[in-house]
């Protein structure tokens, strides 16, 4: 008998989702490393089984590799008067953070704009003439060289972009050139050109470092390729080698909206990453494709969702980022933010470097302090000053009341909000460094107007608003000048300190009781404010007889000081001034003067210890009704360059030690 044997199984078909992913796959312009681990997991694909989970993991993943923007950028608008135009044009103010901006991005622009320059090395004059001419014409700076040693004579006193060079030349060949080369410039880029390719010498060229192997006749397209993508590459990183900028200031004083305004003011795509609460290091570099669930990290997919590869890329609250078991989201912004390490970025879930060079990373924080060093190391930090009252009533004028009046349709009405109103609003209705209550309270008062007119038959019946008004309008004073609201009192002296909301005053109470030589202290005050009000205790026990106190007074006292606000944690190290004061005011029975407040550290012999935030705290004694503000003499070059705004209606005294100013603060 004679069996028929059975015709072989037909190859399985690809489905077509694989065949339209190898279309896409072959047109992509993906980097090599990309494109090989697409083409194996396309492979891997083709033999798996459509129905298991693992096969949807991996159409998602390829999917992902190929939407990546890896070479899709925006073009920058490199004239830095426009971007002048358009900080000056969306923020009043902010003059020296405006100035630090328009440098840094100054820098870039030029490292942009330069053209790149290119060496040419060819013992044939012919060769180097038309290499010369082409790359003229191309815009490139080309110098040429007869030699190996006249090449190496001229990257001795310039430096070049690419040295295009050729392989056979006497006394020194291209290898030995490429060697010297990358011995003594290692960021330049060599191209070998020669005649006598073989596969031998160009992995041999590549191997010592050699970016790119040309055969002659040289194919001008390729040639003219390779120097573009060459010197491209070389202006990329020296535009990237740049600090990245962290703003640095109390809440509402335009950090993000300056960030929204760079990104407008070049052309580039704008993205906001707030950091607050963050925890699990994953929402930054991705989880591990072998979890179930796992996706690619916030970096990665907002580069995806945006298409390109160079937004201006705003990390909002890196002060406030979390910590626990899951890891430290602080560590990966080290290699986030390095300029050294972005360019080979690695996300947990896509397993294939990105280059991060492109974005322009702008952190924000309210202070920086509490971050790691490593991290504020890699930071430019530009320290956000608070408003004066002036530059709220004109933001007021310009941006935040026709904003108000079209948010809640009013803009048809003929409202006029005056200058003395405004003022009324920023003095006694809101206290603060930034624009956020006096945002709200404009909002407020937009609001009560809207419903006047919908009372009204559609026309609200007040069209001129003064101060008057609004205090109608708006009910009774939220806050008063504390200052003039209080009398001097006997050891209550005022302090001025600086915080991550700005500059605010403090009250610093002290009393004695009978007791057994115990200083108290309470308000919730941190150890540097603790070992402060040791020091001026012990300042003023070394110095009582000076200073008319019974040497005797805390032999058998108890001395309590106490920190208004107790709820509120305190710390610095620029309230020993204060505290001293208070203790002095104390023993002496002198009150203390209601309209001074001082500030800066104090040393057991008196002396006065410069301090942080001159500015911040000068704006809050101007909001506090204060009329003499006493500072450390070395603070006097800060001084001079505060704007006279900041110090409108207050006398600055200047100390080196305690005792010059006792007889001012004390009655």
Request: aromatic share 6%; glycine share 6%.
């Given at each position: ?218 194919n001008l397209e390729e040639l003219r390729r390779t120097v573009q993508e060459l010197a491209e590459k070389k202006r990329l990183f020296q535009a990237s080698q740049g600090p990245v900028l962290c703003f640095s200031g109390p809440p509402g004083t335009g950090k993000t909206s300056i960030g929204q305004a760079i990104a407008t003011a070049l052309g580039r795509k704008f993205v906001r990453l707030s950091l607050a609460g963050m925890r699990d290091e994953a929402e930054l570099r991705g989880h591990r494709r072998t979890y179930v669930g796992a996706l690619p990290g916030r970096i990665i997919s907002e580069l995806r969702r945006l298409g390109v590869n160079n937004p201006v890329f705003m990390l909002d ?208 005050l941190g150890e540097v404010l603790r070992e402060s009000a040791q020091t001026a205790l012990s300042y003023v026990r070394s110095h009582a007889a000076d200073l008319g106190v019974d040497p005797d007074f805390f032999r058998h006292s108890d001395i309590h000081i106490h920190l208004p606000s107790g709820a509120i944690p305190k710390e610095g190290p620029s309230a020993g001034a204060a505290l001293a004061v208070s203790l002095i005011s104390l023993l002496t029975g002198r009150p203390v003067r209601r309209e001074v407040a001082l500030t800066g550290e104090l040393t057991l012999n008196g002396q006065l210890l410069p301090v942080s935030g001159v500015r911040e705290k000068l704006l809050a004694a101007q ?45």
């Amino acid at each position: 008998m004679f069996f028929r044997r059975p015709p072989p199984p037909e190859a399985p078909k690809a489905a077509p989702e694989l065949e339209s992913l190898r279309q896409t796959l072959k047109q992509a312009r993906l980097p090599e490393t990309a494109a090989q681990v697409a083409w194996r997991e396309l492979e891997k694909l083709e033999k798996t089984d459509p129905t298991l989970p693992e096969y949807a993991i991996g159409l998602s993943y390829l999917d992902l590799l190929l939407s990546l923007p890896w070479e899709r950028s925006t073009p920058d608008n490199l004239n830095l008067r426009h971007v002048e135009a358009v900080l000056n044009e969306q923020h009043y103010g902010l003059q020296p953070v405006k100035e630090r901006i328009l440098e840094y991005l100054a820098g870039r622009m030029l490292c942009s704009l330069q053209p790149s320059r290119v060496l040419v090395v060819d013992d044939e004059e012919i060769a180097r003439t038309n290499l010369e001419y082409i790359l003229q014409k191309d815009g490139y700076q080309v110098d040429t060289a007869a030699s190996a040693l006249e090449a190496l004579d001229k990257l001795a006193r310039r430096e070049f972009d690419v040295v295009l060079t050729d392989l056979k030349m006497e006394r020194m060949d291209g290898l030995q050139l490429l060697e010297a080369i990358k011995a003594q410039a290692p960021a330049t880029e060599v191209v070998m050109i020669t005649g006598y390719a073989t596969v031998g010498t160009a992995v041999d060229a590549l191997r010592k470092g050699a970016a790119h192997y040309l055969p002659k006749p040289i194919n001008l397209e390729e040639l003219r390729r390779t120097v573009q993508e060459l010197a491209e590459k070389k202006r990329l990183f020296q535009a990237s080698q740049g600090p990245v900028l962290c703003f640095s200031g109390p809440p509402g004083t335009g950090k993000t909206s300056i960030g929204q305004a760079i990104a407008t003011a070049l052309g580039r795509k704008f993205v906001r990453l707030s950091l607050a609460g963050m925890r699990d290091e994953a929402e930054l570099r991705g989880h591990r494709r072998t979890y179930v669930g796992a996706l690619p990290g916030r970096i990665i997919s907002e580069l995806r969702r945006l298409g390109v590869n160079n937004p201006v890329f705003m990390l909002d609250e890196i002060d406030k980022i979390g910590q626990d078991f899951r890891g430290d989201p602080a560590a990966v912004l080290l290699e986030v933010l390095d300029p050294e390490q972005n360019r080979h970025f690695v996300d947990h879930y896509l397993e294939v470097p990105f280059d991060l060079s492109r974005v322009m990373f702008i952190a924000t924080a309210n202070a920086v302090t509490d971050l790691p060093a490593a991290l504020v190391d890699r930071l430019e930090v530009i320290t956000f000053p608070g408003y004066t009252t002036r530059e709220k009533r004109e933001i007021a004028r310009r941006y935040l009341w026709p904003r108000q009046l079209r948010s809640h349709g009013l803009s048809g009405q003929e409202l006029e909000l005056t200058p003395e109103a405004i003022t009324t609003i920023i003095q006694h209705y809101t206290r603060e460094a930034g624009l956020r209550q006096l945002n709200r309270a404009l909002a407020t008062l937009a609001r009560k107007l809207a419903r006047l007119c919908l009372e009204e038959q559609q026309r609200c019946p007040v069209t001129y608003l003064d101060a008057a008004v609004v205090e109608r309008l708006l009910g009774p004073h939220l806050y008063q000048h504390e200052i003039a609201a209080r009398e001097d009192r006997v050891g209550v002296a005022t302090g001025l300190v600086w915080t991550e909301f700005g500059g605010e005053i403090i009250f610093v109470e002290a009393v004695r009781m009978k007791g057994q030589q115990q200083l108290l202290l309470t308000g919730s005050l941190g150890e540097v404010l603790r070992e402060s009000a040791q020091t001026a205790l012990s300042y003023v026990r070394s110095h009582a007889a000076d200073l008319g106190v019974d040497p005797d007074f805390f032999r058998h006292s108890d001395i309590h000081i106490h920190l208004p606000s107790g709820a509120i944690p305190k710390e610095g190290p620029s309230a020993g001034a204060a505290l001293a004061v208070s203790l002095i005011s104390l023993l002496t029975g002198r009150p203390v003067r209601r309209e001074v407040a001082l500030t800066g550290e104090l040393t057991l012999n008196g002396q006065l210890l410069p301090v942080s935030g001159v500015r911040e705290k000068l704006l809050a004694a101007q909001r506090a009704g204060v009329q003499v503000v006493i500072l450390p003499r070395q603070n006097q070059a800060e001084v001079a360059r505060v704007e006279e705004e900041a110090k409108e209606g207050l006398e600055i005294l200047l100390a080196d030690n305690l005792r010059e100013v006792l007889d001012r603060v004390l009655r």
